[in-house]
């Protein structure tokens, strides 16, 4: 064979051999494509007439009609699998060096020539869009509103009951519609009236109670929101007790439970006030006056809301509206109020319970420590605050009450109380005891007492959360400051067992209430036979009802 036929052989092998990845124009330098850009025509050229570059160029033209994704370096490097590792014979051993070794890790500059044609992408390559989900919506400003079949439902039982659309209803009218359609109390009756009335023309129409209550979304929210958006006023985000005021009002006024009030103005006012005081404190754990949503929801005033509108004897609704427990807490502020001035000063709460208070414990109530008195009048405090004082000291389990004593237990406000500070209080009360020839206890003796009834966490004090832990925290204050209670708590009275055992439901506050309650009945009714006649009375020894 004849050395110019071996050498186009040669060139024809080399030329099918050609290892496609070198005719990328990163793998040429910068310096020879401008010196000369012939080469790169000629290389490009040559890698067009190669078999794989033909199937490569036909499969992606197909894969693009077809709509498929294409990838044109996957299928560059498939074609490009067999024959990778040989060198073109265009690059000899005489005229060029080889190339350097390729490691799996790759050079930076390797690195960034292959990573650049997916990082560019090709012209060649279909993006196909990801399918967009569409996320139902989940925050409605004025409420979820109701479903078709719901709304056909509600607007059903409306037109049933607004019997003329044109003239509308009256607010004596409306109580139907409150029970009925909205599913609330009948004392709330009034305040949903004028909600929707806003005018002021004493009548609601169907159309606008359908605009408020149905397309105002009311019908979907729960019952808390139901009665905190008709209660509040317009732009607040919370409820004072003047929100109460007329739903209290209009309890009194149609509940069959408390018809004997309703030529007493007076004690009218007095029992709404008492209700409010009660709902707050037992409520309103932040104390500042401004009842939010979260908190109506948490506590029970919407059940015993509902139960006063089903129960007809007002005293067996315990929570906030009984009667009687207005009677007893009313009662004792105007036996210690001698000048019923409708204030309340040291010497007069010290006689509280006959004289059970320490002296210490009644300056730091004065103090203002555990509340800030509403009274507006220096060193007195008023009836609201008397309130909330017999409430926390009457049940010691509440966490209200809780609160209220441990503040004054912490002398210095730094969150604990100290062997030292519960010593400062309950120094007093082993002089008492000491006075009324009681054989005395030793604080080293209470301290180990204490420790053992609440189980701090830590032995040299204790937090709030620890007396929030135990059911025997109440005691803790009674040993320190109420002396008739710590001895009936030593002596454990077995008729108080008794009637633990008896109710086990039944707080500390409404076993107190219902005693007192008998207990002042029957000296009313002894004062009323001593007089001699019902229909002459003394003003000065006139009880308050």
């Known amino acids: 064979m004849s050395l110019s036929l071996k050498m186009e052989i040669d060139t024809a092998e080399d030329v099918t051999c050609l290892d496609p990845e070198l005719l990328q124009l990163p793998e040429v330098s910068t310096f020879a494509l401008k010196t000369s850009p012939q080469l790169v025509e000629d290389l490009f050229s040559q890698w067009l007439s190669l078999p794989e570059s033909d199937n490569l160029v036909k499969s992606l033209i197909d894969d693009a009609k077809t709509g498929a994704a294409v990838n044109a370096c996957a299928n560059f490097s498939n074609a490009n699998a067999v024959g990778s590792n040989s060198l073109p014979s265009m690059f000899s051993s005489v005229s060029a060096p080889p190339l350097s070794p390729r490691s799996s890790s790759g050079s930076p500059r390797s690195s ?28 409605f400003q004025n409420g979820y509103p109701p479903t078709k079949e719901l709304k056909e439902q509600y607007i059903s039982k409306i037109n049933h009951l607004f019997d003329n659309p044109l003239n509308g209803l009256k607010i004596n009218e409306f109580k139907t519609v409150t029970k009925e359609v909205c599913n609330l109390p009948s004392f709330l009756s009034s305040a949903l009236f004028r909600k929707i009335d806003i005018d002021c023309v004493g009548l609601v129409t169907r159309d606008a109670f359908i ?9 979907t929210m729960d019952i808390s929101s139901q009665i905190f958006e008709i209660l509040k006023r317009p732009g607040c985000r919370h409820l004072t ?6 739903v209290v009002q209009e309890l009194l006024a149609t509940h069959p439970g408390l018809k004997f009030l309703r030529n007493t103005p007076e004690f009218q006012d007095r029992y709404a006030e008492t209700v ?29 809301m509902q139960h006063a509108d089903e129960e007809e004897d007002i005293n067996k609704v315990l929570r906030y509206f009984s009667y009687e427990h207005f009677y ?3 009662c004792k502020f105007w036996e210690l109020d001698i000048d019923h001035d409708f204030f309340i000063n040291r010497e007069n709460l010290i006689k509280y319970g006959n004289h059970a208070l320490t002296y210490r414990i009644v300056d730091r109530i004065f103090s203002e420590t555990p509340r800030k008195f509403t009274s507006e009048v220096e060193g007195k405090m008023g009836y609201e605050d008397f309130v909330y004082f017999m ?13 209220y004593w441990f503040k004054c237990i912490d002398l210095d406000g730094n969150g604990v109380l100290t062997p030292n500070e519960m010593q400062f209080f309950y120094e007093e009360q082993l002089h008492r005891m000491e006075c009324l020839a009681l054989e005395p206890v030793l604080f080293e003796d209470i301290l180990c007492q204490i420790i053992d009834m609440i189980s701090p966490e830590r ?14 925290s109440g005691n803790v204050f009674n040993i320190l400051f109420n002396l008739h209670k710590f001895m009936a708590f030593e002596t454990r009275d077995p008729f108080l067992i008794r009637q633990e055992r008896e109710d086990p439901t039944s707080t500390e506050w409404d076993r107190f209430a219902h005693r007192e309650y008998i207990r002042l009945s029957m000296e009313e009714d002894v004062e009323d036979a001593s007089n001699g ?3 002459v009375w003394d003003e000065s020894l006139e009880a308050p009802f």
Do not use: H
């Open 328 to 330: 007893v807490i009313y």
């Open 459 to 472: 032995e040299d004090c204790i937090t709030l959360r620890d007396l929030k832990g135990s059911k025997l």
């Open 211 to 219: 605009k408020y209550w149905v397309d105002g979304n009311m019908l």
């Open 276 to 304: 409010i005081y009660r709902i707050f404190y037992t409520m309103n754990r932040s104390g500042n006056g401004s009842l939010t949503l979260r908190e109506l929801k948490r506590g029970e005033l919407i059940s015993a």
């Open 533 to 535: 006649s019902a229909d």
């Open 112 to 139: 960034r020539q292959k990573s650049s044609p997916s990082a560019l992408g090709s012209p060649l390559k279909l993006v196909s869009e990801p399918m967009k989900q569409v996320i139902p919506q989940f925050y």
């Open 241 to 246: 007790q003047i929100d109460f005021k007329p």
């Open 391 to 403: 409430l926390s000291e009457e049940d010691k389990s509440s966490d209200p009450s809780l609160e």
